[in-house]
């Protein structure tokens, strides 16, 4: 019995080793190119002979990426906060109130999430062009948050469901209004699950690509992947450029997440099983 149990834990334990190289391949052969010149022809897969740090010097020098993340992370945090505000407090009566209504507007929340966006593209950028809303940081937060909402209204209600309906009824016994219920008595509460949220609609926010591309048209609204974009054309490619603004650019996630991923977990694993 114990020689099955240690051939399980030996196979458990090699298919996520497995699993781990699988996933982290793909940064490996960004570091390993971005510490390359262009002249270098080697195999992405081999380390270089000698350390290049020229890619990362010219990607600071230049400020293009300093820009973009700065642009990035006014994006993300005015995405994200309109996310949890509207996502939260639309998901509160979601999940209070059950009646036909609500579970027609919880399949409606879970039909746009299905969405492709580019099946759309066309109409939301007349809008926004008629708006006035392009090249605009308000304007790629709007849209953002529109698509990131759905996901959050599903994460929050599954969450504040299994929160005891005696907490809103205390709080109102004592005076507090709807809205004073949630933001002093539920909100608070919502913590794991809210980081849940702010780490995946933040990195879907900081890697999109299809709807900077079209609204930011300025150069100085560029986010970090329009500016990697940019080292490829039709001519010529600096692929150690643009892996260096890659490696760069990833450092804020990165390092958010390392600091998160606790909460990320516990919220995660809540949402779903409450």
Not at 188 to 213: A, C, K, S
Request: net charge positive; charged share 10%.
């Amino acid at each position: 019995m114990k020689k099955k149990q240690r051939i399980s834990r030996l196979s458990h334990m090699l298919v996520s080793l497995l699993v781990c190289l699988v996933y982290l391949m793909p940064f490996y052969v960004v570091l390993m190119v971005s510490l390359k010149p262009v002249s270098d022809t080697s195999s992405r897969l081999a380390p270089p002979a000698s350390l290049y740090l020229q890619n990362y010097a010219k990607a600071l020098q230049n400020g293009q990426i300093l820009n973009a993340i700065k642009n990035n992370a006014v994006i993300l945090v005015l995405s994200v906060l309109v996310i949890v505000v509207v996502g939260s407090m639309a998901a509160y009566p979601l999940a209070r109130v059950q009646s036909r209504a609500n579970e027609l507007v919880r399949r409606l929340f879970m039909g746009i999430m299905m969405i492709t966006p580019l099946t759309i593209l066309v109409g939301l950028y007349s809008i926004l062009s008629r708006i006035k809303a392009i090249s605009t940081y308000w304007g790629i937060v709007l849209v953002l948050s529109a698509f990131g909402v759905p996901m959050a209204v599903f994460l929050y209600s599954n969450f504040i469901s299994a929160i005891p309906k005696e907490l809103d009824e205390a709080a109102m016994i004592d005076g507090a209004g709807r809205l004073k219920t949630f933001f002093l008595v539920i909100f608070p509460q919502l913590g794991p699950v809210t980081v849940t949220v702010v780490i995946m609609q933040g990195v879907t926010i900081w890697n999109n690509y299809l709807f900077t591309h079209y609204i930011l048209q300025k150069r100085e609204l560029f986010t970090v992947t329009q500016v990697i974009q940019g080292y490829f054309s039709t001519t010529s490619s600096d692929y150690g450029g643009a892996a260096s603004v890659a490696i760069l650019g990833m450092l804020p996630v990165v390092i958010a997440f390392a600091f998160l991923q606790k909460y990320f977990i516990q919220g995660t694993v809540d949402s779903a099983i409450k």
